[in-house]
């Protein structure tokens, strides 16, 4: 991050003061080799593209261009090691399942069977989700390189166009602030501004989204100058003040001082300017319906230029509200070819030093009516994509939750190296970078941070034939989203046609000229007849009839389009990347409260069983998807039915309230020892795998906690959705997380602490319930019988125990959430358990007194 007080006279460097080596190669520093890979990593990590580059540079490069990443490996070492474990642990799994087959013998024979059929499950999830691991590559841009060849000395560029899409849902539940600084970060980005187009899609049709990108165009001249003079990051101005500390006098120029206190003052006034927009519409609309009859007796909303707004109104009527109501598309911010209204230069603090024009920003809120299915996001994200396509018709494309930001203002340079390499470039549709979150709690106690996924399983699938798509920080190829195959399988005959993309002519030719490459950095005039066409392709019928949301675009009819879009474009032939960069590329907001994290997994892994009962599975689907490539999205879409078993084991332990003693195999103790050997072997793999994807144990175990508590809530929860979904086709509900936060001024995690009850928490409170119980039981039993007790089976008990134990360790975090705000201090936690455990140890040891009239000492 680049410092925001700078030595008196300093100059930044083009990389705003990163260190990726990638970088400092281009000034000279000559060791890009040594240090390519960041951090403790490095040690892990080998250069494995050294002969193409050699290659490469004896050639001058295929087609006279670049190679513009570099290519690692694992250390053979560590790799040799981790594939030879996992191989001798699925010889130890099927020997087990083996050995139990042979000794069926159990108490309970058809706890037995489902125990079998459960055991083989695992087996099976498991080896789905270690088999693409085999060959992990981490692939790292070459910033110095895509300087050279594309930016030309006179300071324009033969980049690509670039089109950012940035999607909302709703104003409440996904706050205003958030989305304009995304939006702010977009535009401050370092790209030429005449190939950026930034385009915010909202489906809640609201004028007050509009007017705050209004005030967003009006303040960004002030921004973007400041952040492009001085090198800041991060470009989104709520995280730059929040996070980096003010500049000290005597510690920074005083050009700098003047000018942060100006953005910074200029920036409060920005928030305070949002704030009041709501009340600022409200008035303006009453003092206008005061001077208008409006039919009906309605109360319109109106925009500041004194006409009704198309959208949503804020007295809503049945054309005018959220889910009902016209197409609208407004250019906020002109292209810089067309020039903006300059601003005030005593405003400015960047005149005459830096660059003041602006990308293009638009405005986009496509039709809704209850008549049609809407098609959630991806319905959202294609209206985007073709009034996108009318304007600027860039060849690449990015999208944006509303609640992320740009991190690193490299980041669309380091996702285009991938599409402009010699090696593979052209046949690329897509490049995902990995998703960060900035508000998340120090010890990030529900896994937001999902580090064992973004840092392990997607470096894993980079070696394949590319990582899914996540659904937010995901750069796309045009063409790809559109559904044409990639250059090294596509006919030579591909035309556009209206059956496939609509009957919009504007549409069909900028579906032609793309598919010829045509650049063009000039959008056509914006005449009425031009706008009445942008604002006919964003309406809720343009699709039906044709074959968008199925072989077109994002797709429709599942509750999550991440997964399923990025498993078609596989299909077809195409590869994707995976990003890594030191300064991470963006930043986002998670749910930090439990109760929304679980149910933004409920729809993730809904969204993930849809695709397996759809004509998307992966065992029927895409045609030209590699073989581990096709076992990774099998295992992303039926990974949830692991957690039934999971439920049903973590209920088990009610059998310590059996008299008798039931063992579901023996020999028990044999049988435990082999399973724990198996348990061991798996974290023993985990370890390995740590190492080098570069996650820390607490990533490693948060990510087993949260499991355990998403398979005990979510995971059924979507499993049963899905059962019903089957049975009355009715579809997964898709639900907004919300980003609104706890009203807490003196803490930031107060959403933390706020335990919210819902329904698919009463099995993850019964599996609590009953393992305590369980341990107390067992306590209870052992002062009652252990004169009595074999040592056979005293190990028994203790082995039945740490299964117990371990279970309650897992189920730590769902524990404090219950403990509301006494969580924050856990040390309660703890000495409440011991506590709990001696209660029921008492309760069950005065119980057996009680019906056997004796007691037991």
């Known amino acids: ?54 290659a490469a540079k004896e050639s001058g490069g295929e087609d006279g261009r670049a190679l513009l990443f570099r290519r690692y490996k694992v250390k053979g070492a560590l790799l040799q090691p981790y594939r030879l474990l996992i191989i001798v642990r699925l010889i130890a799994v099927l020997l087990f399942f083996a050995w139990r087959i042979r000794h069926n013998k159990s108490d309970i024979m058809w706890f037995w069977t489902m125990s079998i059929v459960g055991d083989v499950w695992f087996g099976f999830s498991w080896l789905l989700n270690q088999l693409p691991k085999f060959n992990p590559i981490k692939t790292i841009p070459d910033l110095a ?118 953005v910074q003052m200029e920036y409060d006034e920005f928030k305070v300017r949002l704030e009041k927009l709501p009340d600022t519409i409200r008035k303006r609309s009453d003092m206008y319906n005061s001077m208008t009859i409006v039919e009906g007796d309605a109360k319109a909303t109106w925009m500041a230029n004194g006409t009704q707004w198309p959208g949503t109104w804020i007295d809503p009527t049945e054309t005018h509200r959220k889910g009902h109501h016209d197409p609208i598309a407004k250019v906020v911010l002109d292209h810089p070819s067309c020039g903006h209204s300059q601003p005030n230069a005593e405003r400015n603090p960047s005149i005459g030093a830096t660059n003041e024009r602006l990308p293009m920003l638009v405005y986009v809120s496509r039709e809704k009516n209850p008549g049609y299915d809407h098609n959630k996001k991806a319905g959202a994200l294609n209206a985007q994509l073709r009034a996108s396509a009318l304007l600027t018709n860039a060849q690449l494309i990015i999208n944006f939750d509303c609640d992320h930001y740009i991190n690193n203002s490299q980041a669309l340079r380091s996702a285009v190296c991938f599409m402009l390499d010699q090696r593979d470039g052209d046949n690329t549709a897509f490049v995902q970078f990995p998703q960060r979150f900035d508000n998340v709690d120090p010890t990030d106690r529900y896994g937001n941070h999902n580090r064992v996924f973004f840092d392990g399983t997607m470096l894993a699938l980079n070696g394949l034939q590319g990582p ?14 559109y559904g044409i195959d990639p250059p090294q399988c596509r006919a030579e005959n591909v035309t556009a046609q209206a059956s496939r993309f609509g009957n919009s002519t504007l549409f069909l030719d900028s579906v032609s000229k793309a598919l010829k490459q045509e650049r063009s950095t000039t959008p056509p005039p914006l005449d009425d007849t031009f706008l009445a ?24 009819d599942i509750a999550t389009e991440d997964i399923v879009t990025g498993f078609r474009i596989h299909g077809q032939g195409w590869r994707s990347m995976y990003c890594t960069m030191e300064h991470d590329a963006f930043c986002g907001i998670a749910p930090i409260n439990l109760t929304e994290r679980l149910h933004q997994i409920v729809r993730w892994s809904g969204g993930s069983l849809e695709m397996f009962f759809s004509h998307n599975n992966p065992f029927i689907g895409g045609r030209q998807i590699q073989p581990l490539q096709r076992v990774s999205y099998l295992n992303m879409t ?31 103790t044999r049988y435990v020892v082999y399973l724990l050997v198996i348990i061991v072997m ?35 929860a979507a499993v049963l959705h899905m059962a019903v979904n089957l049975l009355t086709k009715k579809g997964i509900h898709f639900r907004v997380t919300s980003k609104q936060t706890t009203a807490d001024n003196n803490d930031k995690f107060a959403d933390l602490y706020d335990f919210r009850w819902v329904p698919m928490l009463i099995p993850t409170m019964a599996v609590l319930i009953c393992n305590v119980g369980a341990i107390g039981v067992a306590l209870g039993k052992t002062a009652v019988y252990i004169g009595t007790w074999t ?42 358990s011991p506590v709990l455990f001696l209660l029921v140890a008492l309760m069950y040891v005065g119980v057996h007194i009680l019906l056997s009239g004796v007691t037991p000492f």
């Open 468 to 481: 899914s798509y996540l659904g937010t920080g995901c750069m796309f190829r045009r063409l790809a989203l």
């Open 638 to 668: 039926i990974y949830p039915v692991t957690s039934v078993f999971i439920l049903i084991y973590s209920l088990s332990p009610v059998m310590w309230l059996i008299p008798d003693e039931v063992y579901i195999q023996r020999p028990f």
């Open 145 to 262: 390189a895509l300087k050279r060849h594309f930016d030309l000395p006179d300071g324009t560029s033969r980049l690509p166009g670039i089109d950012v899409f940035v999607t909302t849902a709703d104003p409440i539940d996904e706050p205003i602030l958030y989305t304009m600084n995304c939006v702010l970060s977009i535009l401050a980005v370092d790209y030429p501004v005449d190939r950026l187009a930034c385009y915010l899609s909202d489906d809640s049709g609201a004028l007050v989204l509009y007017e705050a990108l209004v005030e967003v165009g009006k303040f960004a001249p002030l921004w973007v100058p400041f952040c492009r003079k001085y090198c800041i990051e991060p470009r989104a101005p709520e995280s730059y003040f929040d996070m980096v500390a003010p500049p000290q006098a005597g510690r920074a120029s005083q050009e700098f001082l003047n000018d942060y206190r100006r």
């Open 682 to 716: 798996i974290h023993m793999i985990g370890w390995l795998e740590i190492k080098w994807a570069g996650v820390t144990w607490l990533d490693y175990w948060r990510n087993e906690q949260f499991f355990m508590i998403g398979s005990t809530s979510a995971y059924p």
């Open 533 to 556: 066409e942008l604002e006919r392709v964003v309406t809720c019928s343009f699709d039906k009839g044709t074959d968008w949301g199925k072989g077109t675009g994002y797709i429709y």
């Open 791 to 832: 040592a056979a089976k005293k190990m028994h008990a203790a082995l039945g125990l740490l299964f117990n134990i371990w279970i309650m360790f897992l189920l730590y975090p769902f524990a404090l959430a219950v403990m509301g705000r006494w969580a924050k201090r856990p040390i309660i936690l703890v000495v409440l």
């Open 1 to 54: 991050m680049a410092s925001p007080a700078p030595e008196a006279g300093a100059v930044y460097p083009a990389n705003g003061g990163l260190t990726d080596p990638l970088l400092a190669s281009a000034n000279g520093h000559g060791a890009a080799e040594k240090k390519a890979v960041h951090g403790a990593k490095g040690k892990y990590w080998v250069a494995s593209d050294k002969a193409e580059r050699r």
